[in-house]
């Protein structure tokens, strides 16, 4: 019983996994997809204002906009900047080398490419002769690229060749031996693949036309078009998922069933894929109830929206089509309510509860497998999603405790979790981000350790009883850099000018953007900065504890911080960004190079006593706020 529970569990982790990993090259691109479906829905030949001259930004942007966007996130997850241009070098290969719109064809070259390169750039690090490095780094990307960049070329077209030859096979065996609800095993992977029109216009159409010559309908042109299971599985993401997915379904439920692209649709289950049987289920159901009520289209309704549908439905089919689709959606629904409750997306995961460590699910540290050839922890990195505000306030509170336990001769240092060091002993990230700081690290020997609140020092006991259990033989002198005088408050940073006090806000863009203006408005940072710290919380929540908040920027600043800045707004009832997360200060960050390290201990030192927290939520002067820091 035991085995078999242990086994679920690695299997559900690796589908989570898997889910992560297609998410992360998915999810940070789904805005352009929902510009484009806005784009398409008016402009088309058949859309609400078409437009001719406008429509010729239709296929370029799904053919090469999207693939590349894709294969640049995949590649940058996997090797940072250059793990992203060899991505989106190498997938033009399969996008000239298709016929048909290639982002599936991207999430496999990209990343391949992308950890090739990474392991390149491991094996030759620090065997470059100086002065040599750009000369090395720029040749091995171009070649290791023009290598995956011909190979995608050459051999994906017999790929697609032979799937669509294999979907051919399938309907048409399907057909001959009247089991139309099974062509759901084929369409909705065809559908994600974004082989749709192919296999809609080149097999299912000709089928359709010449049935509906003889019966003045064909049940084949409602596969594809039929919207009905794709709005359903939408349907259970915008209630029960999770981030960026959660709060764009909406919006691509209204584009998929009125305008009919049906595209928006599949980057959602590309970043989730288990949510592909919510559609095929929901198909099988629409397509049964289709083939006992006589259902069918007199030809294909395109684009394939609700309103099309109905356009091209003969009058003997209405009771059946009307019948099928509603079921098709709530079948689709429900299925996909299911599979999020069992498989739950990522963000889904209560990190206090439990976490992963080499495929093993654990709860204590007490679970964990040691690896005896490891020993001591010298080097801990705090990673967040920029490196550049939470991470350095963790790590600032980890030495404290590390300190106060005695536990000597550690380097603390903070980082980006797209950018771990190869020689970490241990990384401390949130669970959202321990994937793609195990993507980054090379180094089998690193331990993965998440937790919920970088400011509060009860979330660091894992930490530190592991470390503990680790360097139990005793401990060696504190390295001199770990040796740093009392850091204090720098005026050109943090001062007066920079504190509001009594505000509220509607909304946490609101605040956002108030610790954004505090920091254009004094010089800190240009305006774009604020669309950074709009775009970083919509990837990554800044909340990060103790009623705190953090804004700030994305990890590529784009030269938007001019130089280092710190505002503080009080914010007496408080802004919620989640559920029990209610920040009644806004620290806004922005923080050139490490003139900030140094202030963020003061601030992280201060503020992971809650009791300090209220004493800025209650003080009366920006002046009253510095003396709680000094």
């Known amino acids: 019983m035991m085995n078999q529970n242990s086994n679920s569990s690695t299997v559900l982790t690796k589908i989570r996994r898997f889910g992560g990993i297609m998410s992360a090259m998915v999810m940070p691109n789904l805005g352009a997809f929902v510009g484009w479906g806005l784009m398409a829905a008016l402009f088309i030949p058949h859309g609400w204002m078409p437009n001719k001259e406008l429509n010729q930004l239709i296929a370029p942007i799904l053919d090469y906009v999207f693939p590349l966007l894709i294969a640049y996130t995949a590649g940058y997850n996997i090797h940072g900047q250059r793990g992203g241009v060899i991505g989106l070098f190498a997938s033009m290969g399969v996008i000239v080398g298709s016929n048909i719109t290639m982002i599936s064809g991207a999430m496999v070259i990209a990343p391949l490419a992308a950890w090739t390169l990474k392991k390149f750039d491991h094996a030759v690090e620090n065997k470059i002769r100086p002065g040599f490095e750009m000369l090395v780094n720029n040749f091995s990307l171009g070649i290791i690229g023009a290598f995956y960049c011909i190979l995608a070329f050459i051999t994906v077209g017999p790929a697609i060749r032979g799937l669509i030859a294999m979907i051919t ?5 399907a057909t001959k031996n009247k089991v139309i609800p099974l062509l759901s095993v084929f369409m909705a992977p065809a ?73 928006v649709y599949f980057p959602f289950v590309l970043g989730n894929p288990i949510m592909i049987f919510a559609t095929m289920g929901g198909l099988a159901v629409s397509l049964y109830l289709q083939v006992i009520f006589g259902g069918g289209l007199i030809g294909v309704a395109s684009p394939g929206s609700l309103i099309n549908i109905a356009i091209m ?66 080097k801990i990195i705090v990673a967040c999603d920029s490196g550049m505000g939470s991470s350095a306030m963790g790590a600032s509170v980890l030495k404290l405790l590390l300190q106060k336990e005695n536990l000597t001769g550690i380097q603390v240092k903070n980082s980006s979790a797209n950018k771990i060091d190869q020689d970490a002993d241990l990384v401390v990230t ?10 980054s690290s090379n180094n089998p020997d690193t331990t993965f350790i998440p937790i919920n609140n970088f400011l509060k020092d009860t979330n660091y006991k894992e930490v530190i009883d592991f470390v503990k259990k680790q360097n139990s033989s005793g401990t060696a002198e504190t390295p001199a850099e770990e040796q740093t005088k009392k850091p204090e408050l720098d005026p050109q940073i943090l001062n007066v000018n920079n504190i509001r006090l009594n505000q509220k806000f509607a909304s946490v863009d609101d605040a956002i953007r108030a610790s954004g203006q505090i920091l254009v408005d004094n010089g800190y940072v240009t305006p774009d900065y604020i669309d950074q710290m709009i775009e970083r919380n919509q990837d990554l929540p800044v909340y990060i504890g103790n009623h705190v908040a953090v804004p700030h920027g994305l990890e590529d600043t784009r030269g938007a911080i001019k130089k280092t800045g710190i505002s503080i707004i009080q914010v007496p009832d408080g802004v919620k960004f989640g559920k029990n997360e209610i920040a009644y200060v806004l620290l806004g960050l922005a923080g050139e190079g490490d003139d900030h390290l140094n202030i963020l201990k003061v601030i992280s030192q201060t503020l992971m006593d809650e009791a300090n927290v209220e004493k800025i939520r209650t003080a009366k002067s920006p002046e009253e706020i510095l003396a709680v820091f000094e």
């Not at 216009?201 to 299971?229: E, R, W």
């Not at 949130?430 to 993507?439: E, N, T, Y």
């Open 169 to 173: 096979a399938g309907v048409n065996w």
């Open 191 to 263: 559908q994600v693949l974004f082989l749709n029109n192919v296999v809609n216009h080149g097999i299912l159409a000709p089928i359709g036309f010449a049935q509906a010559a003889k019966a003045g309908k064909s049940i084949m042109f409602l596969v594809d078009s039929n919207c009905g299971p794709l709005l359903g599985t939408l349907l259970s993401i915008s209630i029960f998922g999770k981030g960026k997915a959660k709060n764009t379904a909406p919006m691509a439920m209204f584009i998929a069933g009125i305008a009919g692209i049906g595209e």
């Open 313 to 378: 439905t003969p009058r003997d089919a209405i009771f059946a089509n009307l019948v099928s689709i509603v079921a098709g959606f709530l079948v689709a629904a429900a299925i996909g309510t299911f599979l999020l409750k069992v498989f739950p997306p990522k963000e889904d995961v209560d990190p206090t509860l439990s976490f992963t460590v080499d495929d093993h699910e654990v709860k204590t540290t007490d679970d964990f497998v040691v690896k005896p050839a490891k020993g001591k922890i010298k």
């Open 430 to 439: 949130l669970d959202s981000l321990i994937d793609r700081a195990k993507a």
